[in-house]
């Protein structure tokens, strides 16, 4: 989603702007812009519609002057995406100049009174109402840019982060935000701005994460202010170590973050893992239980909340707990529990799962259950991002950065950290045995190894997809642990290729999907030696007998269902707890290679945004 970077120093901000955009490109957008302050005061702002490439071409002309500038990449919200409605927004007297992440909900009565002060409009966004608000106050009560922008967000409501400069100000750079990320990145007399800590490293490893509801004031050659924005007063400045290296922002020799991140699964679950199996493989230590052990041990119910592929881990978490936990589980869509009144105590867990960590539907999902008394747990890979700073406790997936749109290593951390979590809080609740706690932490603990056996398939899948490339749609069919597996096999396919795909619990097939099946309409079936393996057998041969062509993901060696399907994928065999992790890597690849094939834009497919920061 809409991705913001700024900077102020000594060294030409366009080419640190230009290059941050492109750092921010992952999260999804449809036009970027860049606002320059020159040493003499004036203001110069280049827009285009498209990729951040489209922005350099049209800014060539120049002037590119300046150490002072704001930059954007826009996902339309309010208004098509167009050169007209792509930040910066300049205010009337063309003296102001914003960018925006987020959304003003009360724009419309904010316009209609400017357009009564005489404020005429050139865009479709709510942005441009508040860069003209913050003009109309700055000049009609003669104040500061800093007072202006604090008067205005007063009146606004909604969720944003913003950066704003003024033509006449050079040494002037104003952020705030509210339920929208915002990085502040500290170097040596020259400070940074961005949406995330992406354009920020190898500039400097300082970093301040603004909270919501704070006004930063970065002015040059001095010391970042923080105030909040309720009562103006000074806010503790909280400076931290960013851990991130370039290295983790680069495609390491593949042609595609996607690929990249499939291929990094084994180390990015060693590093996942590290640490947290222990005693031979008959103890987990999760610090996020440990601490809070009274909390896991008095629990009634636990609620996982997610959005899309984390929503999908959090389906296979909440097995993973009523079989190792031996307790009531439910799971809800953040966006459906955000507004579906809950019913919650101090009894209750709620644990939010997202990648990103700042997902607005999650964050309102978890602000609401603790509001409500519940504890929150949050599950997430973003160090630092908004959801685990508004959780009670949580454990990082340390996957490292996931770049491309479609996640696959998140996922797989996801699960992988839930399987720890249920395995730990089991044994504190004595609801699991030994013996089946050491079997599934020892192979759990044996898992980068097995990733890296199931990733072998890779040339066998990329033949494969070439059959399917021209596919209309396809059904993928799973049970037990799988049926999530299945909703997210399908959810890979359809976001990088945009072939239609639907998932579905394979047994529930008969009650209507049956009904599609015919000679151009491909299964994909999960179909791991489990417990359901007899159960799914007789599912393929309902989709055989009506004509469809089945891809079958099974146990090495399994006989039986390759006498069906007409072709056949092996992974490796592991505890059926664990069959998730190992039976999304084939449909990962399947997913990458027909998208790949029919020339799609794997890393940022259309519509699409990283972190989806506004409801
Ligand atoms: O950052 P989050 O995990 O909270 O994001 C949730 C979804 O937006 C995300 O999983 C989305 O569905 C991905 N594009 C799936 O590949």
Request: charged fraction near 20%.
């Amino acid at each position: 989603m809409c991705g913001i970077v700024g900077y102020i120093g000594s060294q030409r901000a366009y080419d640190i702007l230009i290059q941050g955009l492109k750092r921010l490109e992952y999260r999804g957008y449809d036009s970027a812009g860049v606002a320059l302050v020159d040493d003499a005061g004036h203001l110069t702002v280049h827009k285009s519609m498209g990729k951040v490439a489209n922005l350099e071409q049209v800014a060539a002309a120049g002037p590119l002057d300046g150490s002072l500038g704001i930059a954007h990449t826009r996902w339309a919200t309010h208004g098509e995406p167009s050169d007209l409605n792509a930040h910066p927004h300049v205010s009337q007297s063309g003296m102001i100049a914003l960018v925006h992440n987020g959304t003003i909900e009360n724009y419309a009565v904010l316009k209609k009174v400017l357009i009564e002060h005489g404020y005429e409009f050139k865009s479709e966004t709510d942005t441009e109402v508040l860069v003209q608000l913050i003009e109309y106050i700055k000049l009609t009560s003669s104040c500061s840019l800093l007072d202006a922008v604090r008067e205005a967000l007063l009146q606004v409501e909604g969720a944003y982060a913003i950066a704003v400069v003024e033509q006449n100000d050079p040494d002037n750079l104003i952020v705030a935000r509210k339920s929208s990320p915002l990085v502040i990145g500290v170097g040596d007399g020259e400070t940074f701005i961005a949406s995330d800590a992406t354009p920020i490293v190898g500039y400097t490893d300082k970093v301040i994460y603004l909270k919501d509801n704070e006004i930063a004031l970065l002015r040059r050659n001095e010391p970042v202010q923080i105030l909040s924005l309720t009562d103006n007063k000074p806010s503790t400045i909280n400076i931290q170590k960013l851990r991130l290296s370039l290295a983790q922002l680069e495609k390491g020799g593949y042609d595609t973050f996607m690929l990249k991140e499939i291929f990094e699964q084994p180390s990015t679950l060693r590093d996942c893992l590290r640490g947290r199996i222990v005693d031979k493989a008959n103890r987990v230590v999760l610090s996020g239980v440990e601490l809070n052990k009274d909390k896991f041990l008095n629990a009634e119910r636990i609620t996982l909340v997610a959005c899309g592929t984390s929503w999908h881990a959090a389906l296979i978490g909440k097995r993973l707990i009523q079989d190792f936990c031996k307790m009531p589980v439910e799971v809800e869509y953040a966006s459906e529990f955000r507004y579906g009144n809950p019913v919650l105590n101090e009894k209750d867990i709620v644990i939010s799962i997202s990648q990103s960590g700042e997902t607005a539907d999650t964050l309102a999902a978890i602000q609401l259950a603790r509001e409500k008394g519940a504890f929150v747990y949050g599950i997430c890979n973003v160090v630092g991002a908004s959801i685990p700073r508004n959780t009670d406790s949580g454990t990082y997936i340390h996957v490292g950065p996931e770049i491309g749109v479609a996640s696959t290593k998140a996922f797989t951390g996801q699960v992988t950290v839930l399987t720890l979590l249920a395995l730990s809080v089991g044994h504190l609740r004595g609801a699991i045995d030994q013996k089946t706690l050491h079997e599934v932490a020892s192979a759990l603990e044996k898992m980068p190894a097995t990733i890296e056996k199931a990733l072998k398939v890779d040339a066998e899948v990329q033949k494969l997809s070439r059959i399917f490339t021209y596919a209309h749609n396809f059904l993928y069919l799973g049970r037990g642990y799988n049926y999530p597996t299945a909703l997210e096999g399908a959810l890979k396919l359809k976001e990088i290729s945009y072939i239609h795909a639907e998932g579905y619990p394979a047994a529930e097939m008969k009650h209507g999907p049956i009904a599609l099946i015919d000679h151009e309409m491909p299964s994909v079936i999960i179909a791991p030696s489990d417990s359901l393996y007899d159960k799914i057998i007789s599912n393929v041969q309902q989709v055989k007998s009506r004509g469809g062509a089945v891809v079958a993901i099974i146990s090495k060696g399994n006989k039986a269902m390759s006498e069906i399907a007409d072709f056949c994928i092996e992974i490796p065999e592991v505890p059926e707890c664990l069959t998730p992790l190992v039976a999304s890597i084939p449909l990962q690849l399947l997913a990458y290679y027909i998208a790949v094939n029919k020339g799609k834009d794997v890393d940022q497919p259309r519509n699409l945004a990283k972190s989806v920061t506004v409801e």
